[in-house]
C-alpha cells in the first residue's frame, strides 16, 4: 500500500459504518455522504484519520478506505 500525504487526491475504495466530519464540532453521518470511487484531497493528518476534502464536505477518513489516484502521464 503506498503512503499517504498532505496534498494527494484519493479515491474512496470502500465505505466505513459512519463517517466523521473534520469539523471544529465533528459529527458521526451516515456513510451515504460519500460514494465509493468518490475522489478527494488529503488536506491534511489528525488523530482521527486524514482530513479529506470531497464535493460534499471534510470528512475524517482511516487510510484503509483510501487509494492514492496516479497521475497518468
Known sequence: MEEL?????VRVVSLP???KTAEPMPMLRP???IQV???GVIVDRR???WGVRF??????M?????EVIK???
Open 5 to 9: 500525504a498532505v496534498g494527494d487526491r
Open 17 to 19: 459504518p459512519y463517517v
Open 37 to 39: 470511487g468518490e475522489e
Open 62 to 66: 482511516d487510510e484503509q478506505y483510501l
Open 47 to 49: 488523530p482521527g484519520g
Open 71 to 73: 497521475d497518468e502521464a
Open 31 to 33: 456513510p451515504n455522504v
Open 55 to 60: 464535493s460534499r464536505g471534510m470528512f475524517l
